[in-house]
């Protein structure tokens, strides 16, 4: 013998059962909204932190490679002063003559200007009397003795 049976639900029972389903599940869902919030802040923090170290990085590239191609120029340089070619290049040739080192500066003649210079002036001369006893500054041959 088969027996039917209809089962039937009380719209009062689902309901008690559902509110006591939402009141379990409630601080789980308020505990998973602040736990989410804080990994948020975190999240946030972190992509702030992650922006400055990229640019420090990007800073600190830049003066790797500055300094890097510095350090080239010196090692050319420095190459370039110790090749045995340079060395004789950079001494100067005198051309058979003694180096004029210590020369002073006040000699006559060392003129310190490159380019054209005007001729210095006339000088008056100073001796007022030639060699016959007649002053040359005077017009007619004025003779005090």
Known sequence: MHFKFL???????IFISA??????????I????AQNS????ENGS?????????GEIMLKEATYHE??????????????HLSPAFADS????????????????????????VGAVAPPPMMQNQNTENEFGFDVNFGDNYNPM
Request: net charge positive; proline share 8%.
């Open 7 to 13: 089962l039937v639900l009380n719209p009062n029972i």
């Open 19 to 28: 509110q006591a389903e939402v009141a379990a599940a409630y601080p789980k």
């Open 30 to 33: 308020r505990d998973a909204d």
């Open 38 to 41: 804080l990994l948020r802040a």
């Open 46 to 54: 972190m992509q702030e932190k992650l922006s400055v170290l990229s």
């Open 67 to 80: 300094l890097k191609k510095e350090k080239e120029a010196l090692k050319q340089l420095s190459l370039m």
């Open 90 to 113: 950079s001494q100067p040739n005198h051309y058979g003559y003694p180096p004029v080192n210590n020369m002073a500066m006040d000699q006559p003649g060392f003129n310190q200007f």
